[in-house]
């Protein structure tokens, strides 16, 4: 049992480059988020999904894209990266909403934008 | 939207010493997670505690809701609990955890 597993763990990207980071969790979670953190900061929310094929705006979306085509599975995607989105990105599901339910957290993916 | 703050930012205690974190929150909630992000960055959940007291070995936490407020009790500290500590609620709706800022602490040899 992985729990909440992501993917890469380092990226270092150029302006305007794109790329995914893959998200998995082996809970049968519905929900999924992705989160991310900036220094001296807690955590804020990018998007979140309550079921697979749903995705919603979390806190801070601008410049991100997500997709949930699986249940298991939450894409968060940078079309054109920007040096402000350099952060470290952390996924995390729950088994429903938050009120009642703990959220269990993924190693992070730290990404730098030049 | 409700807000989160911890006590102190930071803390410095030399091994074997005692603490205790607070965390208070600006409206009712119905859980509160307290998390611990080790030096490597590694979140890791210590406990999910919407009222009263859990223990999980040195380390014991308490809410009161009423009083809208939790504290994490770290005895006999070991190098290991370095890190930054936080606490988060849900939002309003459910649907993401609202941190705090972190209690950062060293624990020194």
């Known amino acids: 049992n992985a729990g909440v597993t992501q993917t890469p763990k380092f990226r270092v990207l150029k302006t305007g480059q794109s790329m995914t980071l893959l998200c998995a969790q082996d809970?049968?979670?519905?929900?999924m988020y992705w989160y991310r953190q900036d220094p001296g900061m807690g955590l804020r929310l990018i998007h979140y999904s309550v079921g697979e094929g749903t995705t919603a705006k979390g806190e801070v979306p601008d410049g991100y894209n997500v997709s949930r085509l699986k249940k298991q599975n939450f894409l968060l995607g940078l079309e054109s990266a920007a040096p402000s989105q350099t952060s470290v990105y952390f996924c995390a599901s729950s088994a429903d909403r938050g009120f009642y339910n703990e959220q269990f957290f993924g190693p992070g993916t730290r990404l730098t934008v030049l | 939207g409700i807000q989160v703050e911890q006590s102190p930012p930071d803390l410095i205690l030399q091994e074997g010493a005692n603490s205790t974190l607070r965390c208070n929150f600006s409206d009712s909630v119905n859980n509160l997670q307290w998390f611990h992000q080790n030096p490597w960055g590694q979140l890791i959940n210590l406990f999910y505690?919407?009222?009263g007291t859990k223990q999980n070995g040195r380390l014991s936490a308490t809410t009161v809701a009423t009083e809208r407020y939790s504290l994490l009790y770290i005895s006999s500290s070991q190098t290991t609990d370095s890190g930054v500590y936080f606490c988060a609620v849900p939002n309003q709706a459910g649907t993401a955890l609202i941190f705090g800022k972190g209690t950062t602490l060293s624990v020194s040899s």
């Open positions: 505690i919407p009222s």
């Open positions: 809970m049968n979670h519905e929900y």
